[in-house]
Every structure is written in structure tokens, then in C-alpha cells.
């Protein structure tokens, strides 16, 4: 079964990513790219790297016959495109904010903008595969995971859902490669300026992700769950790494958290548990759908620390988006994904 | 079909990619790893990245049942390997220096150790798919060329073989990612030596890849060429970049040079000829099996610049040599290494 | 007045900046250099950026008439080398880890090698020079703190001095450039290893700075203070950045941690307190010899966040060893190290 | 003595620079910051790492009671801004390329815009230090070199005046770091457009350094010199490394060349002449003035290969800009500028 694919927003990393992606996808018949400022330019053009394609983007003031329609665009912007009418036609998976806070209350207070699909937004599904998959199966709209918040979770998950971790104890310190913040150009991501540096950002919990991190933890734990989340810009193209800290619950040792990652993540295949001293980095996972996943205890602290490595255009963001794609058409969940990471790249 | 693989010297760069590349081979079967230093270990042990699979590296001291071999050994040692017996049971792809240069003498010259299988050498075809692909098709054993020489010969060989510019007057600039210089340990590749840095090497005509590129571009001239050709290390992984120059004959000019390059490579798949403002980069076609070539001609000094650009490990590497076994045993040529180049990546 | 100083391994990252500070020096009138691997050689051999100097490296066989000798060794190494009668003659500033614990059986115990100048370790001062300096001014041997200690604690030393934070909700997360690593040869800091990725390493509590930055938090605070603390490669050359977190005590909020830092820094020349909207970056300091520092308070969970960048070759080692002997010599604290920091660099 | 120095355009990044080289020069007063997009503002506000200094920004409305004015302008700015009145009362230093080339029209060719000054423009001395010194020391007017055109010339200017190179044969193949585009926001210097890539640009004889380079290197042979100059983009904050090629004259040979620089160079502080195994990196350069200048004979082909490396942001533009103040004052050559390079940064 083939079928065609939309993508809204194609001129931007995200969007070129899942061109990419979904250009040798088994269950991809066509692609279409729609973008407002690159309209009518041959997509090799925008990314030398398709020149090779007959790929074009098209304005988008219409679109049609999709299958599947992926939004790659601004937050704010992808609640004002969504309809019930366009969600009879097609499914969509927005890959921005607009559909991940399921209260849009939290979402107009982090976000500072008006939602407009309030109706829309309770059938909302949350796509962070491993954790939702059953109900990604049957959704019609997919909230696509951001990229520190699909690290910062699949770490945290099982130890609060196994009541492992004191709730209050938690400091999520992530570290990304500067492809996280787009294509868009400003002052802030010149070339001189993220070289051979590391920079701290939004410190004292005012990153958008906060909210949606604390929304999967606190599902988990079946209690509120607040954490503070520190992101940082790293020299580097692609990867996220998140060091995650908590205080052991009582009684709690090494054994009993490796056997929660395992128990969670054992049948999961784009879940990767390392052996005791292959602690995740980002290059081991660069240009694939996995997550790395590790952990130590600091015995003299009784804390855990846990860290967790994807690639933030893949499963932060891409990937993870095929990945729904496949369950929600009943694919091969690893169909057009199944990438080996490539190292050194 | 599917046929069986080996790759002997699989803890390398190249022998990673190349697992990496028939891991998913619609035509590979089966991998045998083999390599002394890794001998017994899995291979995700060796490189991180595989962690996810079940592959294990073999000594290597018997080598049986492989349709195809792969020898990713330092000069002087696959000479040493390669035997009448091998080759009448398995077809061999070297992807080192031993059986690129058909005279043992300039071999012996330019790599200072003795050639061990002059009566072998003979039937050895010269792997540069789009060049020798007849040849490669009949072919027991391919040497597989260097990464610098594919990114040169395939700028300069179009313009030799039409007598566009003159034999005496070329130069080779090319800078390298790193990854060119595999995985052993030496204080010249640490990360602070070389981040932060641009390093010429070998250079007044000292690189080993001299003879090979000469070989080739004489054949194309029909005369003895001769080249200066300049190494430079870049700070990055991975890439090639040439900049090719010569003095044009007279009369010549751009559109001979376009029409040149056009005649010559305009089927093929994996050379991507750049429009006039789109020079080639490395990161348009990193992670993927493309060169991309590009030119432009300086009026006021009769040269042209010839700008190919590459992925060392992939088009210079592993990639080709992928292509080649594909050539050889008649499979799709583009199966397993159509890749769109990622990026940023 | 102008001082003959040595230093002994002057062939490591540590040495040659403290080489490259003292050579432009006004109170220092020679230098001498000792290293066994080089022993005889131009310094300009193991150090080209020196080409121009007829600066030689002497094998220290024997040592004399240096008025204070910079130690930069192995661990285990100093405390071998140092002797009371060396003392009698020499100051001695110590810039590896031999005399930094003042408890020999933790750094027996953290450093798994025998201490063998228990008998003098009592006298050797800790030389955070902002924090030590009365002492500093007497002593006679200095034992400079690591780059990650020196990063961590004048994040944290005012705000335990103060009891403003829970002293058991302490964690520090630290990112470091390569330099960090040394010049040694392995395959951990092979270019195509680093480049590209973020790689945490130690975790768990297991790195040597931990007892280093307790011993001074405990001093501060005046009881036993622990701290889980995590180093991260960051893929530059230069550069710490320390990333604190703590839940602050009861009451205290963000005009507290703000007058702590003020009123314990308001006077140091090398510590630069940043505003609000100004965190410290690594690139801000590169370079130079401060400590820029900057903190949020994250009022949902009521946690401070600091953060502290410094360059870890000159505040992380050579620069503050430099200043610790403008200390013990009198002479102005900024001599030879009141270097703007450079950028874009 | 002391002089009070302006730098117009102080927030470039040869403005910042310079700034910070003239902040420490024991010759230098005073220093006033201009800079229209900037007035009024703080310096450590443009630049965090001047957080420490009382810097301020002015509008440079009226410039008044300068020594000696930096001008760090666009071309055709600084043509607008440099009058007689302004020279009768101060030394100007342009570090654009308004004075650069001799003759205006060339000037307006090559750049696209009138030239305004051009009754000054035969006052202007070309700044190259080693080269002009003497019509340096009594000029009003310098235009200091481009970057690019320091490394190129320093190269070849010995073989040329000494005839040893064929003037016909001259191939620059020069690579440099990011930080020569400025600071200016643009897609081209992003992050991730330039991080893990080589790029080519103004390939084909297009750069507007080559008519300055060709007008020394004409002065220096005595007849007009024609070259092909192709720049690259490398991934690294600082640097310029030129690849020079040319055919020797006949009966030229290694000998010749060094015996060129050396009677040339011998006695010039900046310029290092590299030994046979140890040709210029950047590396070995950073953070100074020094030009680092090696070369090998590829007695194959009878061509010379000339490796020069530079700071381009110092001696490639504030450096030399403050070498050419202290010959024009009287100062020390080396007063301000006597940087030992740094390695690693």
C-alpha cells in the first residue's frame, strides 16, 4: 500500500528532513512540499542536496488528496490551519507545539499566543510512539514530540511511572546541537558566534518544553510532577543529550532501575538500553531513530543520573514522525527508519 | 539473489561504512566481520553505533563461502592476501592502494614496500564505476579507488579525454574531513591538533594518491600527465572537496567545458553536474554516493576551475565499492547507496 | 623585581600556556623548561607557536635557582618530586592534584595511588586564589585547583557560605572543552571520536574533582556538604561551563543569591557577575583569566541555577597559577594575565 | 607618549579587535568607540566580553581630537568619510579596501561604486607592513591590506621580485576562516550552513582581492602579474592558510626560493620562515601577528608550493592595522602586537 504524503513547511530543517525521510519511504507512493517563500522553486534550490530530485514546493494555498499531512511550521500557526473538514480527509501529524499541551490554557500562558483549535485539541493524540502507541493507532491528529522533550521523557518515564524517583528531586540538564533552532536567520546562530563555545539558554525553567515534559512525567507518576530543565546550545550540527537527575526513593538501588528500563523498553526496538560502560553520546545515534538510554547511581548522593542520546532531526523530530505515520496506517512501525547510525559523520 | 559478503579489516572507518551500507543491501544475505585486533568481539563493542545488532567480528584466519570480498587493509598487507585460489572462488573488492597502480614498479616506488602479487596485478580493474564500468563488469578483482583520486579524475577526466586544457598546466588543491585518515591512534589526529585548524600535507607532490590520479588522467589524454597535487586536512568528519586547476587550450571556453562534462556524465546517476551558481560543497553530498561537480572559468587568466565534492567515506570508499560489487554481479547499480545527502548533518 | 621561574612537564596544553603567559611576564626575567620526553629540544619542536622563541626544554635532572617552579605532572607524581628542602629554596605551585585533598587517605582512596609527602601536605595552601588568598600570600607551596573545581566552586562557594541552598540538593553539571583531556595519545580524543558529539563521562559520582569541590563546599558551609557532579565533552577546544543546581532554603529568593554573590565577588577583578539577561558563555571568557557568573531562580521549583564559564587553560590552570604567584610574591595580582578575553576566537 | 586612537566602526569584528589589541597598547591613551548602530550602548553590551571595561559606544557624529582613526567601514563608506581637513588634523588607518588599489578605476570595476576620494587616493600608502614600511612611516593616509591579500603576497612577493616564478603560472588556492565574513546576519554564515563543509566561493577570478594582490605582485616582478585566486570558506573561527602554486624559472630551484625569503625576511620580527618538515598551519599562527610562511619544490611537475598562515583577524586586518600605527608614530614595531600565538584555542 502506497500512499501520498503532504508536507507543510518543507523549507525549514524539520521539513527537509522528512522529505528526506519519506523520499525512500516503502509506503510513500508521492510527496507533495508546500511552503509559502520558496513557491515555485525547484526544492534543489532551497536544499542543493535534492538537486538531484524533481522535487518542487508548491504554495499550499491548496492542498489535496493527502493521505497523510505533516506540519513543520511556527507555533501558533498550525491551530489556525488544522480543521475538523481537513481531519475527515486526512490525518495530520503537526510536528510544532500547537497540539502537545493538552490543556490549552498552559499552552497560551508558555507560548503567549491564542489557541485556536480548542475543539480540536482534546482528540489530540500525544506521539511519542513508545508510550502512546495504542492510542496513535486510532488518532486522526498526532502532536509530534519535541526534541528535548522526547529525551528528557523516555529517560524520566519508567522510573516515575515505577515510582523509582523522588518527584521533586528532578533536574533535567540537555545539551542539543544548534539544528534545533531552524533554518531562521538571526544574530543568535551565526556561525562565529555557537563556535567553540557552549551556551546556556531560557535557564531558570522558562523553556516551552518544561510543560510538556512535565505533562508526560506527571501522566506517569499519576501525581504533579514539576522539574527544572536547563537547554544548552553545543558546537555541533545535530544530537541531544540529556542528563537527568533525581534522588532515589528509599530503598531503591541500581538493580531496581535497570530492571524498570528493561520491563518499559525490553520489546522496543528504537530504544536503545547500554551496557554499563557505553554511557549514550550522540554520536552513536547520529542520523538513526533511536534513543540511547544509560544510567548510573551515585551511591554517596543517592541520586540516579540518567542519560539519554537521539538525533534531534530524526526521532526529535522527523523520525518520530514517520514513526506515527506508521502506526497510524498500520505500517511496518520500523518501514523507512530503520537507519544505522553513521559514525563518524 | 542474495549473495554472502566479507569485509576483512572491519574496525576501520571504511569497514564500519561498508557494514553500515550492506547491513541493508537488498542484495546482501549475510556479513562476515573480520578483523585480528577485534577478533571475538561483538561488534557494537567496536563501534557503539551497532549496538543494536547481532554482528561479531571473526579473526579472519579462515575465510570461507564469501561471494564477495571486501579488503580494507593497510597498503602492503592485501597483496599479501589476494591469491589465484581466492579470486577463482570469491570475487574481490580492495579497497586499499595494493591494485590501483598497473605497474608494480611505481607502486613499489610511491609506497616503499614490495608488491606480492605482480602475476595478479594484471587482471585487476581500476574501480572507478563511471569510468570503467565494462571493465568492472567482468572483473574477478576491483581495486577500488582512493577518496582524493575519485574526487580529481572524475573533474579532470572529461576535459583531458576532449584535449580542453593543457596536460602540463594542472593543479590539485583538496582539503579532507578527517575521517580520511582512519581510526589509528596518532598524536596528529587529537582533536585539539586538528579542530580549529587548516593543515596542508605531503605536500610538493608527495601524496601517494599522485601516480593513481596521473594514471588515470594519462589514460584519458592518450599522453603522459603529470599533476601537482596538495592534501589539506579540514576541521570536519568527513567530505572532499577539489579544486582542480588548468589553463584552458586556446580557443576553449566555458561551453566546451559544460558541453564536456555534459557528454560525459550525463547519465550517469551519481555525478551531479551544479548549475553555474550553485558550486559543489561538501555538505551537499554528504551521506551519499554523489559527486558533485562544478566549474567556472576565469577569463583573465585562460584557466578554468574544476570543484568536485565527495563523501571520503561513502563515493570515496565505501559507496563505490558497493557500486562496484553491484557492476560486478549485475545487480541494480544504485541498490543499497541512493542515498539523498542529509542535512545538516 | 623580576624572578627566574621553572616548570616542570612543559611539554602538556597546561604547560605550554603557562610557558606562553610567563614568557610576556614583567616580573618574570627567565624561564626554564623541563620535560623528560622532550629533553633537549627546541621548544618550537613540541610547541611550533613558539618557533620564534630560543626557549629549550631541559631534561630536570636537576633543578636549580628557580625562585618558584610550576609543577604540571601526572598525579602521583608531585608528591614524589616535592621535598622539604625544595621548599627551603623554591616556592612551589603544584597545578596538578598531589595537594589539593588535605586529607591523604581521600586522595589515596579517589586517586588509587600512595600520597608520598604526607609530611608536607599539611602546609600545602588550596589555591582558589579569590578564596585563599591570605594564605595563599605565605605559603610556600600552592596546590592549584582542577578547571572543574575552580568552575564549580565560585558558583557555589557564596551562596553556601550564606546558607542560602539545601547543601543536600546540590548537583553540578559540567561541560568541558578537550583541552581539558592533555596532549597524551589515546583514542578517546582522536578528532573523528569528539567531533560532532557530546559525551558524558564519569557518571555517577565518579570523577576526582568531587572530594575537591566537597572539601571547599564543606568549608564554606561548615559541615559536610556532597554533590553529584557530571563532566561532559563538549566538542571545542577551550572552555568550561558549569551548569549548579539547588533548591534554595526557606525564604530565600533571587535578590539574595544576587547580594551574596555581590558582596562576596563585588571587589574581584578576575570574577564578573553578569546581568540578568547576560549569562555566562564559554566563549565570553576564552582566553582570559575570569570567571564569569550568572544565575536564575527557577521560582516553580524552587531551585537557583547558576552557571560559571571559564577558560580552563588559563583560570582553570595556568592563568590562576600565574596569579597565585603574583600572590606569593607580591607582586600585582593582575600582573601578566589581565588579558581581555578574544573573540571570535 | 601616548596618543588617543578612535576606531570607527567598532562593532565588527576587526573593530572588536582592535579594540582589544589597542586596550592593552602601552602607546595608547585613550580610545574611542564609534559605531552608528550601536551609540550610546555599553561596549560589553555588543561584545560580553568587554563586560568588564567602561567601553562606550558613540555615534561618531563628530570625531574629534584623535591621533590616529581606524576606520573599520564597508568599501565606499570610507571613500565618503576621509577628507583633507580630517588628515591635516589625524593619521587614518582604512581597513577597508577604499585606498587599496591605486588607481580608482580599477577600484570602481571591481567593487561597484564610485569612489569618492579620489583626489586623495594618491596619498594613500598600502599598508602591507614588511613590504612599505618606509613610505609607511611617513604617511597620513594608510590602507591596510585585506586578509586574504596578506597571506598571498608575503608568499610570493620574494619570488617574484627575485624573478624566480613564472609570472604566468600563479595559482592562489586560499582558505579561511569565518570570521572574515563579519558579523553581519546573513543565511550564508549560519551555524549550520557552514559547520562539517567546505565551500568555495568566487571561484573563477571573482574576489575583490585579486586586483589588489595582482597590483603587488606587478610591483614586485616590474610587469603586470595575472593570478587565479579562489577563497574557501574552512569551518574554524579564525585563519587564512594560501596555497600558492607557480613553475619555476628555468634553472630555479628549492635552494633559490629559500635563499629568496630568507634575504628578504631574514630580519622581519612577524614573518616566520618555516623549516622543511614543519609547513604553516593555522594553528601555529592564532592569536598573533605572525605570517608563517613554508614552501616544498614538486621537482616532478617544476612547480613551487607556498604555504602562508595568518591571523586574518590580526595581522590580517587589526594587527597589522596597529603595526602600521606604531611605524607611522614611531613606537616600537612590535609594541601592542608582540602576541606569543595560542595553542590550543
Known sequence: MKIRAGIVGATGYAGSELTRILSRHPNIGEIALYGRSAAGKHYGCVYQNFSHTNLCVEDGEEIHDCD?????????????????EMLDKTKVIDLGADFRLSDWRVYEQWYAVEHYAKDILPEAV????EINRGKIKDARLVANPGCYTTAAIT????????????KDSIVIDAKSGVSGAGRGVSGDVLYCELNENIKPYKIGGEHRHTPEIE???????????TVTFTPHLVPMNRGILATSYAKLEHGVGAADIKSAYHSFYGEEYFIRLTHDNCMPQTKWVKGSNFVDIGFAVD???????AISALDNLIKGAA???TQNMNIMFGFN?????????AFPV
Do not use: M, W
Request: proline share 5%; hydrophobic share 45%.
Open 68 to 84: 497523510v499531512l505533516f506540519l513543520c511550521l511556527p507555533h501558533g500557526i498550525a491551530s489556525k490551519t488544522v480543521t475538523n
Open 155 to 166: 529517560a524520566l518515564y519508567p522510573l516515575l511511572k515505577h515510582k523509582l524517583i523522588d
Open 299 to 305: 551511591e554517596r548522593t543517592n541520586r540516579v543520573v
Open 126 to 129: 500525544y506521539g511519542l510512539s
Open 319 to 321: 523520525g518520530q514522525a
Open 215 to 225: 505533562q508526560a512525567l506527571s501522566f506517569a507518576y499519576g501525581e504533579n510532577v
Open 333 to 341: 512501525e520500523k518501514a523507512g527508519i530503520d537507519f544505522i547510525p
